[in-house]
């Protein structure tokens, strides 16, 4: 499922698109942004490729999930001065659901990865994401929540059984709680139900909350999308 093994599949086309991409300059609030880092180009791919590699990726992980070998020295000798991802994924901490893996076994340099507990953006995060899409080019943002979520349930406990976290844990979950007030009376599992919501409406906040972001979006070169990882299949949905 690596990315050796793709590159005789469905993805190979990708690989092509990549290796011809060029430096795409866009306009933010009136100033010319390089879509590059470190004088290297953007990836060629649009916002629809990206998401139908990840979704391409994922089938794969589930249908063929072996390993082959990468070989990684290669790659990292490859993207050493330079990056170019071509997706940006906001991610669970959770150490069952690794990005790269769960999405086909990605290589070096692919991904443009955020992660923290409960798949949340705060400053930083939002920061990260800003300059994955205006600086690197990166066309896709994926916020990926997951099943069975930690962070989510603690959330749940506390709308449910008054439940206090120490430190910075209650905090850290606190933009939880409303979409878990949402969805507390709606049949099925509340912590699944919740971390889709919150997904969802993490998702919506970005455009809201970043005119860099909005602006890319409007501008048809950057899509946002919300999706939930199932611990036990394997499988990526996409909540529309």
Not at 60 to 83: M, T
Request: aromatic residues 6%; neutral net charge; hydrophobic residues 45%.
């Amino acid at each position: 499922m690596c990315g050796q093994c793709e590159s005789k599949g469905i993805d190979r086309r990708y690989l092509f698109r990549l290796a011809a991409a060029g430096t795409v300059a866009f306009g933010l609030n009136g100033m010319p942004w390089q879509a590059h880092a470190a004088d290297g180009a953007a990836t060629a791919l649009s916002p629809a490729e990206a998401l139908s590699a990840l979704k391409s990726g994922n089938e794969r992980y589930v249908s063929r999930p072996e390993l082959c070998s990468i070989d990684l020295g290669k790659q990292r000798g490859a993207v050493a001065a330079h990056q170019a991802p071509w997706a940006t994924v906001i991610s669970c901490a959770d150490s069952r659901v690794p990005p790269e893996l769960i999405f086909g076994g990605r290589g070096v340099g692919e991904l443009f990865i955020a992660r923290n507990a409960g798949n949340l953006v705060d400053t930083a995060t939002l920061g990260t994401v800003e300059y994955g899409a205006a600086v690197l080019g990166s066309p896709l943002i994926v916020v990926l929540a997951h099943s069975n979520c930690g962070a989510v349930k603690a959330a749940c406990d506390v709308i449910s059984k008054n439940a206090t976290y120490p430190g910075a844990i209650g905090p850290m979950v606190a933009p939880i709680l409303p979409a878990a007030l949402a969805v507390r009376d709606n049949p099925g599992d509340f912590v699944d139900n919740t971390a889709k919501e919150s997904a969802k409406r993490t998702a919506e906040r970005l455009t809201a909350t970043s005119t860099v972001l909005a602006s890319l979006v409007g501008g048809g070169k950057l899509k946002i999308a919300a999706a939930i990882y199932d611990l036990n299949s394997g499988m990526v949905s996409y909540l529309g």
